[in-house]
């Protein structure tokens, strides 16, 4: 079946760059995400990518594609503070229906 | 609010007890999703609901968890007989389904423990 990977941890220090890597399964799949979930809230999307591209950049995130080797990152500059969260991964095809997230990986900002 | 609420945010119950947790979607939206979020664990989609079409209860665990939808909009996710592995955040969203693209609204989420 379709299926999600990350890394499930990530530290960095404050002011350097944060890269979260995703890897999917599903070569059919027409939209990847990265959803932001902070401590005892629901996820929020940071932002999506059209599986036609393969940069997608958007103040400080930028997302790359590789659909070749159905790779995707996050990278996030200047990463403060505030950017400590778990970063979910997810892809959707067939109009979203079909929503598969990975576990997420959890981003820990030291100063 | 605006948002898509949960309620309760937190429930502790007994093994063996019923529990019934409820999702407000964003008004308009005709698509709604419940996940399971286990401690360290992604996502588990549970069932989906889209407009008046036959939900997806695909990721339903068993046959103790079960879902309705009233009028398009609340949705209950029900869990009968609770057991410890039921423990976990139960997550809520919602969409508008416009064309392809998806951004799923998430509430807070339902903590629930059984003892």
């Known amino acids: 079946g379709e299926d999600v990977e990350q890394s499930l941890f990530l530290s960095v220090r404050e002011g350097d760059s944060s890269v979260i890597n995703c890897t999917y399964t599903?070569?059919?799949?027409?939209?990847l995400y990265w959803y932001k979930q902070e401590p005892g809230a629901g996820l929020q999307l940071l932002t999506y990518?059209?599986?036609?591209?393969d940069m997608k950049q958007d103040q400080r995130l930028t997302v790359l594609l590789n659909k070749k080797d159905k790779h995707l990152s996050l990278r996030i500059a200047d990463t403060q503070t505030g950017d400590s969260a778990i970063y979910f991964c997810a892809e959707s095809h067939n109009y979203g229906q079909n929503f598969v997230f990975g576990p997420g990986t959890r981003l820990s900002v030291l100063p | 609010g605006a948002g898509v609420s949960q309620s309760p945010s937190n429930k502790v119950t007994e093994k063996g007890k019923d529990v019934e947790l409820r999702c407000d979607p964003i008004?308009?939206?005709?698509?709604l999703y419940w996940y399971r979020q286990s401690l360290g664990q992604g996502l588990e989609f549970l069932i989906y609901f889209q407009g008046n079409s036959a939900p997806d209860k695909s990721g339903l665990p068993s046959d103790r968890f079960s879902a309705e939808r009233t009028g398009g909009s609340v949705s209950t996710l029900t869990i009968q007989r609770t057991q410890q592995e039921d423990s976990a955040v139960y997550l809520c969203?919602?969409?508008?389904?416009?064309?392809?693209?998806?951004?799923?609204?998430f509430g807070p989420g339902t903590r629930l423990t059984v003892l």
């Open positions: 599903d070569s059919s799949s027409t939209y």
């Open positions: 990518i059209f599986s036609n591209m």
């Open positions: 008004s308009g939206h005709t698509a």
């Open positions: 969203a919602s969409s508008i389904l416009a064309g392809g693209y998806n951004e799923q609204f």
